[in-house]
C-alpha cells in the first residue's frame, strides 16, 4: 500500500517539477552559504543536476573555492549505499544509471555533509527520492554527516508516507529559504 502511494507521489512530483528553472539553484545556493553552510574542512556531497532538478553546481564551485572537497555519488548496484568519488570544476565527468553524472576519475571520499536532491518533502522532513533507497542506505550509513535536502519551495506536500528504512532530514533548502525540520 505505501508502495503504490510513494510511486503515485513520485509521478506527480515529477510531473509538476517537468516545468521548474534549474537556474533557481543560485538562489538554494546564497540560501545556503548564507544559513547552513558545511563547517570548515568539511567533505561536501553534492550531485550533478538531472533533467528539471535544482542546478547547485554554483554550491559545488563556491565550496570547491572555500578549500572543502567535493564529491559526486556513483551510482553503485541496487541495494547498496552510495559511492563518492572526489570532483573539482573542469572534471570530466561520466555518464552513470538513470541520466546520473560523475567524475571519470578520482578518490573514494566519505562525506561529512550532503546536498541530498529529492522529488518532495514535507515538514517533518521527511522526503521522497526516486524510488531506489541510495539516499536512504547512505545516510543511515553515515550517521554523524549532515545532510540538507535540495528542493523547489513547490515540492512542499502536506505529509509524506513513511517507512522504517527512510531517513528524515533536518533541513531542506529551497529557494525561498531554509527549512529547519528539527528531524
Known sequence: MMDAAKSALRREAMARRASADPALG???TAHILAEA?????AVVAGFWPMGSEPDIRPLLEALHARGHAIALPVTPPRGQPLQFRAWAPGAAMAR????TQFPEEGATLTP????????AFDRTGARLGYGGGYYDRTLAALPR???IGIAYAFQEVPQLPTGPHD???PAIATEAGLLRTGA
Open 26 to 28: 543560485a538562489r538554494i
Open 37 to 41: 553552510p558545511p563547517p570548515p574542512g
Open 96 to 99: 552513470g544509471p538513470l541520466g
Open 112 to 119: 561529512d555533509w550532503l546536498a541530498v536532491p529529492l522529488l
Open 145 to 147: 554527516a549532515t545532510a
Open 167 to 169: 531517513i528524515r532530514l
